[in-house]
């Protein structure tokens, strides 16, 4: 089955950038889809950015458009999440997911598989 671990949490600066990395392993079929999300406490889990590793579409949610950048390198087996401009609102445990459908996006209900999390925070 698909398991996924993230990397790349951390803290940084209002207006500072990192990248988170989704290391993944399983069948590739199981992950034709894969999506950020993040989620603070007392809040649903949000979509961030969500990729369909076929045909390279990606969806950002609007809160990120600009910024955000997610890529994968299929050699590595790896999906990545740049984040540019990181404001205190960015901050949150980010959570990578893979879905067999590539057209999952940001549809946390689409995802089957998750990842345990990495921690970013934003200072202002």
């Known amino acids: 089955q698909v398991q996924l671990l993230e990397s790349g949490g951390g803290s940084v600066q209002a207006g500072g950038s990192l990248r988170l990395s989704c290391a993944a392993s399983?069948?590739?079929?199981?992950?034709?889809?894969v999506g950020w999300f993040r989620q603070v406490p007392g809040k649903e889990r949000e979509g961030v950015a969500g990729l369909h590793q076929r045909d390279g579409i990606t969806h950002y949610v609007d809160s990120v458009k600009g910024r955000f950048t997610i890529s994968s390198d299929h050699a590595k087996n790896t999906v990545y999440l740049l984040m540019n401009s990181l404001k205190p609102e960015d901050a949150g445990t980010y959570y990578c997911?893979?879905?067999?459908?590539?057209?999952?996006?940001?549809?946390?209900?689409?995802?089957?598989?998750w990842g345990q999390g990495t921690q970013v925070t934003v200072s202002s």
């Open positions: 997911a893979a879905a067999q459908s590539g057209s999952c996006y940001t549809l946390a209900w689409a995802y089957r598989r």
């Open positions: 399983g069948p590739t079929e199981e992950r034709n889809g």
